[in-house]
């Protein structure tokens, strides 16, 4: 198994950084890693995700919600082909850090045959999308307060 895992503060209460991480609509607007998301937030539902890494190709998947609590967390299974080569469990967790904070967490817990076989630089990329979504996330939320 490999993971990523990310992290940002936001100057915004979960339920406003939630309300922008589900508006998947608006996606193209701000979001440089994940530019098209559609589907229902409900567990078993399936979502289509198109993501551009950073110096990667952009790839699509159609992964099965596992979890989605309101202004808390939003968990999705994805599979590069047939479940058990390369599948990847997304998660985005929102938790109050003060008044009108919320720390952002982002992960991505890789498992399969071909998870160790995969290269390096596919992990890198993969954190810069992270980090990149991240802090256009802060930046769209924070700007709206203004």
């Keep these: 198994m490999r993971s990523i895992e990310t992290e940002i503060a936001i100057r915004g209460t979960p339920e406003r950084v939630w309300a922008v991480l589900t508006d998947f609509r608006k996606y193209p607007e701000w979001n440089p890693f994940i530019r098209d998301a559609s589907g229902e937030?409900?567990?078993?539902?399936?979502?289509?995700?198109?993501?551009?890494?950073?110096?990667?190709r952009p790839m699509t998947f159609r992964p099965t919600v596992q979890q989605a609590s309101s202004?808390?967390?939003?968990r999705w299974l994805g599979h590069l082909g047939l479940p058990g080569l390369f599948d990847g469990e997304h998660v985005f967790r929102l938790e109050p850090i003060g008044p009108g904070q919320t720390l952002f967490r982002q992960s991505e817990h890789f498992r399969g045959i071909l998870v160790h076989i995969a290269p390096n630089r596919l992990f890198e990329s993969t954190r810069r999308g992270f980090e990149e979504m991240n802090r256009a996330l802060r930046a769209i939320v924070e700007n709206a307060r203004a």
């Design 41 to 56: 937030l409900a567990i078993g539902a399936r979502l289509k995700v198109r993501v551009h890494p950073p110096d990667g």
């Design 71 to 74: 202004a808390r967390e939003l």
